[in-house]
């Protein structure tokens, strides 16, 4: 008799690779762990690189909840170009020399978009506008305007600044930057916007994401290594990683599961999301404090 393949249930960490959507790894993904229920939580742009949190089984309702979790960055700006989709895929669609800007100037334009801003979301991004897609409108040369929406930058740094010449002969700045922030902040917006403030137009040019939450970029690992061994981390772990534990005894574990709403402690009010184990250490369920009883997000027990 053959052996029936079981897939675990828990989170990969995976390094997307430039040139791939998120869906593309998703797929992929669904070759090497052989199930249909992967899913990912945050998209990264085709040409970003770096940490993808995929779920597998029974960890995809987790990522509805991991998706809005703080994130991190390491990219390259260019100031002096603009292009039609803020970042290197994009045909250029203005040139200006920004071999003048200083260094004080840049670190003020980086300060006035610290912090909580609200930004644009670029055109060409997968935001719905009336059911739409953006980058649908966009590509059907459709005119329209999407609305700011508040986002939280809260770290944004750079490490280097460097003189380079773009292909079209013009004299450009590329910044090596780092960037952390909320989830829906988009980098290439930030590119732009600098760019913007300081009259020669950015766009973005490299994109590493470095974290997701909890999970860094050291527990990530290629398609390519996936293949060879596939790294899951257990859904229980994963959840203890992200989100608050709260720890029940065995009577109120049962009633739980049996969906009776327990009573929380103070502790948890106001915190978002709480994962709940049992005695043997099994996770239960991902839930939120609603006055004062627990409300089940997703049941895993």
């Given at each position: 008799?053959?052996?029936?393949?079981?897939?675990?249930?828990?989170?990969?960490i995976?390094?997307?690779?430039?040139g791939f959507?998120?869906?593309?790894?998703?797929?992929?993904?669904?070759?090497?762990a052989?199930?249909?229920?992967?899913?990912?939580?945050?998209?990264?742009?085709?040409m970003a690189t770096?940490?993808?949190?995929?779920?597998?089984?029974k960890a995809?309702?987790?990522?509805?909840?991991?998706?809005?979790?703080?994130?991190?960055?390491?990219?390259?700006?260019?100031?002096?170009?603009?292009?039609?989709?803020?970042?290197?895929?994009?045909?250029?669609?203005s040139?200006?020399?920004?071999?003048?800007?200083?260094?004080?100037a840049?670190d003020?334009?980086?300060?006035?978009?610290?912090g909580?801003?609200?930004?644009?979301p670029?055109?060409v991004?997968a935001?719905?506008i009336?059911?739409?897609?953006?980058?649908?409108?966009?590509?059907?040369?459709?005119?329209f305007?999407?609305?700011?929406?508040?986002?939280?930058?809260?770290?944004f740094?750079?490490?280097?600044?460097?003189?380079?010449v773009?292909?079209?002969?013009t004299p450009?700045?590329d910044?090596?930057?780092?960037?952390?922030?909320?989830?829906?902040?988009?980098i290439r917006?930030?590119?732009r916007?600098?760019?913007?403030?300081?009259?020669?137009g950015?766009?973005l040019?490299?994109?590493?994401?470095?974290?997701?939450?909890p999970?860094?970029l050291?527990?990530?690992?290629?398609?390519?290594q996936?293949q060879?061994?596939?790294?899951?981390?257990?859904?229980?772990?994963?959840?203890a990683?992200?989100?608050?534990?709260?720890?029940?005894?065995?009577?109120?574990?049962?009633?739980?599961?049996?969906?009776v709403?327990?009573?929380?402690?103070?502790?948890?009010?106001?915190t978002?999301?709480?994962a709940?184990?049992?005695?043997?250490g099994?996770?239960?369920a991902?839930?939120e404090e609603?006055r004062?009883?627990?409300?089940?997000?997703?049941?895993?027990?």
């Open positions: 008799m053959t052996q029936k393949h079981t897939t675990p249930d828990g989170l990969v995976v390094d997307k690779p430039s959507t998120s869906h593309d790894v998703v797929a992929k993904m669904r070759g090497i052989r199930t249909r229920r992967v899913g990912h939580a945050g998209t990264l742009d085709p770096g940490v993808l949190v995929l779920g597998v089984e995809t309702k987790l990522l509805g909840h991991l998706a809005l979790t703080e994130k991190e960055y390491l990219g390259t700006i260019r100031l002096g170009q603009n292009t039609l989709t803020d970042d290197a895929e994009g045909e250029i669609t040139s200006a020399d920004a071999s003048r800007i200083t260094r004080d840049i003020a334009g980086i300060a006035r978009l610290t909580d801003i609200m930004q644009v670029s055109k991004s935001i719905k009336n059911g739409v897609r953006s980058y649908k409108r966009a590509r059907e040369g459709e005119e305007e999407i609305p700011a929406r508040p986002v939280t930058v809260s770290h740094g750079v490490y280097d600044v460097r003189d380079a773009a292909e079209d002969g450009v700045l910044l090596v930057v780092s960037v952390v922030c909320s989830s829906g902040t988009y917006a930030l590119a916007d600098l760019g913007a403030d300081l009259g020669v950015g766009h040019t490299a994109l590493r994401r470095t974290r997701v939450g999970y860094k050291d527990a990530a690992r290629t398609l390519d996936l060879q061994e596939l790294t899951v981390m257990p859904v229980a772990e994963a959840a990683a992200a989100f608050p534990r709260w720890d029940v005894d065995a009577r109120r574990a049962k009633l739980l599961t049996n969906g709403r327990l009573e929380m402690p103070e502790q948890y009010a106001g978002g999301p709480v709940v184990f049992d005695p043997e099994r996770f239960l991902l839930v609603q004062g009883k627990a409300k089940s997000l997703a049941v895993f027990g």
